[in-house]
């Protein structure tokens, strides 16, 4: 194992100590471990959490800041964080309107916010949640019961928080959060395995022949394993079985999300986005906005995902509001 770390044992801890240098102006991080935004809790705006295993910068704390995230629960690496710092971050971000909750669909991460929104519901704060569970490629996985929730998470917290900056009320944000959940849709492949720190070995075993479509963000394993073709016949194993759901349809517009697993050079990632571009142009599917680059990794893993989300003047208008946080940052 080839890694810049110290010690296995405290990779998540001096990762969260150097974004705190590194961002001081966007972020401060709080025992026990928490990302949260820098002036949080802002008075009378509904809190905006998320969190999930480390290992997939920079999601989730690298989405905290202004028009985004109010904080971040990261956990060990490919670990759910804990109920305790789930609480702490409601309680961080809590301005007296309440919180939500965007919980990609894991059994451990569901489970630890669920426990999380009792306590503090027991405390008086009004929480609901969103859950994510956008992965097209299997039903269960070993992680979860139902769809995997991957690159939808990020277009989920983009849209919803630029609502909350806007001061939607919680039952506005929660709504919008679940129709996001109606439109989007993705995919993902790896070319190679990626290697936990405290594991010290790839977690699988692929052949420098092979690929494996269906890849989850841990290493779970996906449809098939397959020798490894061009780019192009990639991309269509990909997008084929997303547009399978029917849910888009000749003359919508959607956002065309090409995601770098960790390990996968820009370079090849527009050439992903040809391809997609390709494809929805010949079934009459317009892309009026897209998101390329590694947003929700899987450590060093090489290999990409794909994602779109059916888009409205709504959702068009709240993924262009601005947002400023340590990975994602525009002003319209």
């Not at 489970?111 to 569970?133: H, K, P």
């Not at 939808?152 to 909350?164: C, D, F, M, N, R």
């Not at 699988?204 to 494996?212: A, P, R, S, T, Y």
Request: aromatic share 4%; proline share 5%; with cysteine.
């Amino acid at each position: 194992m080839k890694k810049l770390i110290n010690a296995p044992d405290r990779v998540v801890d001096e990762a969260l100590e150097g974004m705190a240098l590194a961002h001081p102006d966007l972020i401060r991080v709080e025992p026990p471990n928490i990302v949260v935004r820098r002036d949080a809790p802002r008075e009378g705006k509904v809190g905006i959490v998320s969190g999930g295993g480390s290992g997939h910068e920079p999601m989730h704390g690298g989405f905290v800041g202004f028009g985004m995230l109010d904080a971040a629960c990261p956990g060990a690496v490919f670990t759910s964080p804990v109920p305790d710092q789930m609480l702490a971050a409601t309680k961080a971000v809590n301005g007296g309107r309440g919180v939500l909750h965007i919980v990609k669909n894991y059994t451990g991460d569901v489970m630890n916010f669920e426990i999380a929104a009792e306590l503090a519901g027991d405390e008086g704060i009004e929480v609901s949640t969103v859950l994510v569970a956008d992965d097209v490629a299997v039903q269960d996985s070993l992680y979860t019961a139902g769809r995997r929730g991957v690159g939808g998470t990020v277009l989920t917290e983009k849209i919803v928080g630029a609502a909350a900056e806007d001061g939607a009320d919680l039952e506005s944000v929660t709504n919008l959060g679940r129709r996001i959940q109606d439109g989007v849709r993705s995919m993902g492949m790896a070319l190679t395995s990626c290697t936990v720190p405290a594991a010290g070995k790839p977690t699988f075993d692929i052949g420098d022949d092979e690929m494996e479509i269906g890849i989850g963000i841990h290493g779970e394993p996906g449809r098939r394993r397959e020798k490894l073709r061009p780019a192009d016949e990639i991309v269509d194993m990909l997008v084929g079985p997303i547009l399978d759901e029917g849910i888009y349809e000749r003359g919508d517009n959607v956002l065309a999300f090409v995601n770098g697993m960790g390990g996968t050079p820009l370079v090849e990632q527009y050439i992903v986005y040809r391809r997609v571009s390709h494809i929805l142009s010949d079934r009459g599917i317009t892309i009026t906005r897209n998101l390329i680059g590694s947003y929700i990794t899987s450590l060093e893993m090489a290999g990409t995902s794909i994602t779109l989300l059916k888009l409205d003047d709504e959702l068009t208008r709240l993924w262009d509001a601005p947002v400023h946080t340590p990975a994602m940052r525009w002003r319209m």
